[in-house]
Antibody, heavy 121, light 113 residues
Framework: EVQLVQSGAEVKKPGESLKISCKGSGYSFNSYWIAWVRQMPGKGLEWMGIIYPGDSDTTYSPSFQGQVTISVDKSINTAYLQWSSLKGSDTAIYYC??????????????WGQGTLVTVSS | QSVLTQPPSVSGAPGQRVTISCTGSSSNIGAGYGYDVHWYQQVPGTAPKLLIYGNNNRPSGVPDRFSGSKSGTSASLAITGLQAEDEADYYCQSYDSSLSGVVFGGGTKLTVL
């Protein structure tokens, strides 16, 4: 059974750093893109960026380039999303997502359960 | 402003048919083969669920009341025989060659009257 299990909810202060995780199981982790998707309170889905675990090739949405870092540890089938200095506007639910597709990322049949990040002084 | 444009809301009575549009451009939906449209259903407080993939394919377990289509730079999701449980947010998704990344529509809230 394919599963993406994310780390738990976080409460942080502005300016703090944070790294959240997404552990994949039940499939060949190295062979499928993993993306991160933001959902701010009451808002829609925003695609942040993607990593291909096999070669760590990473692409960011222009809106998130320079704001976050996506990485992967193939040895433990885990992808990460990190911030060096959080802002209040980073308060959101963050989902990891396993993209299907060969030439380009396609549909997402499997999602993590979401990680709520709250940034408040 | 999302790259893919959806109506903010649609509504319908139980048993009726509703459609949700998703309008893109020549760099995403209209870019040709491989630039498929996928649709997701999200009930508040839960992760999105894949509803339609590859423009018009339903994953196992999705009722055939849900169907998708694509033409030119637009796509549509149709829901027939509306049920109360269909009340949710719906998102379209594609790939954009100019951005070299995935794009979502802004989402459409479906209300079952």
């Amino acid at each position: 059974e394919v599963q993406l299990v994310q780390s738990g909810a976080e409460v942080k202060k502005p300016g703090e750093s944070l790294k959240i995780s997404c552990k994949g199981s039940g499939y060949s982790f190295n062979s499928y893109w993993i993306a991160w998707v933001r959902q701010m309170p009451g808002k829609g889905l925003e695609w942040m960026g993607i990593i291909y675990p096999g070669d760590s090739d990473t692409t960011y949405s222009p809106s998130f380039q320079g704001q976050v870092t996506i990485s992967v540890d193939k040895s433990i089938n885990t992808a990460y999303l990190q911030w060096s200095s959080l802002k209040g506007s980073d308060t959101a639910i963050y989902y990891c997502a396993k993209h299907e597709g060969i030439a380009v990322p396609g549909e997402v049949a499997y999602w993590g359960q979401g990680t709520l990040v709250t940034v408040s002084s | 402003q999302s790259v893919l444009t959806q109506p903010p809301s649609v509504s319908g009575a139980p048993g009726q048919r509703v459609t949700i549009s998703c309008t893109g451009s020549s760099s995403n939906i209209g870019a040709g083969y491989g630039y498929d449209v996928h649709w997701y259903q999200q009930v508040p407080g839960t992760a999105p669920k894949l509803l339609i993939y590859g423009n018009n394919n339903r994953p196992s377990g999705v009722p055939d009341r849900f169907s998708g289509s694509k033409s030119g730079t637009s796509a549509s999701l149709a829901i027939t025989g509306l049920q109360a449980e269909d009340e949710a947010d719906y998102y379209c998704q594609s790939y954009d060659s100019s951005l070299s990344g995935v794009v979502f529509g802004g989402g459409t809230k479906l209300t079952v009257l």
